[in-house]
């Protein structure tokens, strides 16, 4: 199937699935109308155009759209058009010109939407311009919210913000905070809380690693952990700390019993928390991390920060808490985590018991699917609206 007259969007093959008539429930508590613009027993599936980021770049935003590219949806089939690649200057002016262009020669609007990842910065601007073209072309649209300050960039930016979210017939969140932040500028039936989801680990045998995935950066907490570890280092001979991640405002010091990796491909990174005991993120500002998502799939125990999402995330005891800039309560947190076994193998099994029932592909990736449907319905409504007898727009393309 082409969504473009030159086939300008990156395509998925995914091969094509019998359609679950079930699938039609709606998106959370949002009623979802009968599917008036095409029958989903066709053999024709529908498609969703994922603009953004992808591959092997930093950050969890990609690994999110990563992960949407290696599944199997039911009733989509997915293209993607990249807006930026991590690079700099002219050559990421010229991904960003290329993906207007696609998105200028999209076609097949009934049956398209268009899903624009946005975070905070140049980000919101550039893949909200690229949301709204897509508006203004009459295709559906959807606004998936990434980033750690989305509700604080919402107060500063309100113009931008408004403008983009109103070009929006699904808006995403990954927080209670950013969801609150989303519905002061779109009706709430439209803003829809949704957790990232992260693919299950393989089996191996478990170290004793405690492991940090992430920038090194005061945002991320190193300089914390550092100064955790020094003291943790010489009452724990046994047990190592590997810090993986590019090098930020955090130097890489020499630090007994433990490393610094610097960046890892993500997949290197997987293996190492499938082989990990412990997973410390101790973060003063985040969203919804990737990481603890894939260390709570890989059996970890999750000692991470009350920030953003996280306190969500690790609800019922699934993984230890603590404020950020604590040293104390960071060294304690590990302190237990490395000494009481039972303790840890719980907590490493309750989380991956959420991670199952909550984050996993099977729990998160039908809600998703249903968004995208929402999304194409509420633009046939548009349409219809548009349409409508007396409607002086209705000679208008939609």
Request: charged share 20%; proline share 6%; hydrophobic share 45%.
């Amino acid at each position: 199937m082409s969504i473009s007259e030159a086939d300008d969007t990156e395509p998925i093959n995914v091969a094509a699935l019998t359609i679950n008539p079930q699938n039609a429930d709606p998106l959370n508590t949002t009623p979802v109308a009968a599917q008036r613009h095409v029958s989903r027993r066709t053999a024709e599936r529908f498609i969703a155009v994922h603009v953004g980021r992808s591959g092997e770049v930093a950050g969890g935003m990609s690994q999110v759209v990563n992960g949407y590219l290696a599944h199997s949806f039911v009733d989509f089939e997915l293209r993607m058009v990249s807006s930026r690649d991590g690079s700099g200057g002219l050559r990421a002016a010229g991904v960003a010109a290329s993906a207007f262009w696609k998105l200028l020669r999209l076609a097949n609007p009934e049956r398209t939407v268009v899903v624009a990842h946005l975070s905070q910065g140049g980000s919101f601007a550039r893949e909200g311009a690229l949301l709204a073209l897509a508006h203004a072309r009459g295709f559906a649209t959807v606004a998936q919210l990434h980033g750690s300050s989305f509700a604080d960039f919402a107060r500063k930016r309100p113009g931008l913000v408004g403008s983009v979210l109103r070009s929006a017939d699904v808006v995403l969140t990954l927080s209670v905070e950013s969801h609150a932040a989303a519905a002061e500028f779109v009706p709430g039936e439209r803003v829809v809380l949704v957790p990232n989801a992260v693919a299950a680990g393989a089996v191996r045998q478990i170290e004793n690693l405690v492991v940090f995935g992430g920038a090194v950066s005061k945002r991320k907490g190193v300089d914390v952990l550092v100064a955790a570890w020094e003291r943790l280092a010489p009452q724990h001979p046994l047990w190592k700390l590997v810090i993986a991640g590019p090098i930020g405002d955090q130097p890489a010091q020499p630090l007994t019993g433990a490393e610094f990796v610097g960046p890892l491909s993500h997949a290197a990174l997987m293996e190492l928390l499938e082989r990990s005991a412990i997973a410390v993120l101790p973060s003063r500002d985040e969203a919804m991390p990737m990481f603890i998502l894939e260390a709570m799939a890989r059996t970890n125990c999750v000692v991470a920060t009350s920030v953003g999402g996280v306190p969500a995330v690790l609800a019922g005891g699934v993984g230890m808490l603590m404020e950020p800039g604590d040293v104390d309560a960071l060294e304690a947190a590990l302190h237990r985590a490395m000494t009481d076994a039972p303790w840890r193998a719980k907590k490493a099994d309750l989380a991956r018991s959420a991670f199952e029932t909550t984050y996993s592909a099977a729990a998160v990736f039908p809600r998703i699917e249903r968004s995208w449907t929402t999304a194409l319905e509420r633009r046939s409504d548009r349409v219809a609206k548009r349409y409508r007898p007396g409607s002086r727009n209705r000679t208008q393309q939609p």
